[in-house]
């Protein structure tokens, strides 16, 4: 499943917040999903205010797959 930007943007908030909503209640009720991002999301996420320190932004991207810049993902 590719996450997009809107979606990582309130997971980030709940996260940050601890006050669990609907991104982490969606998580948790898909517990097998393969979460997977695009480059083009990661660059978007770089550029918000609360993940622009690198080491956040790369702790937050860890756990999800990452589709660099290929045709494929195109």
């Given at each position: 499943m590719i996450l997009d930007s809107?979606?990582?943007?309130?997971?980030?908030?709940?996260a940050r917040n601890k006050k669990p909503g609907p991104a982490m209640d969606f998580l948790k009720s898909?517990?097998?999903a393969i979460l997977c991002v695009?480059?083009?999301i990661?660059?978007?996420m770089a550029a918000g205010e609360s993940l622009r320190d690198r080491r956040q932004w790369?702790?937050?991207l860890s756990p999800f797959?990452?589709?660099g810049n290929r045709a494929e993902v195109s």
């Amino acid at each position: 499943m590719i996450l997009d930007s809107t979606f990582l943007v309130d997971m980030e908030g709940e996260a940050r917040n601890k006050k669990p909503g609907p991104a982490m209640d969606f998580l948790k009720s898909h517990p097998d999903a393969i979460l997977c991002v695009t480059f083009t999301i990661a660059g978007e996420m770089a550029a918000g205010e609360s993940l622009r320190d690198r080491r956040q932004w790369e702790e937050f991207l860890s756990p999800f797959r990452f589709f660099g810049n290929r045709a494929e993902v195109s």
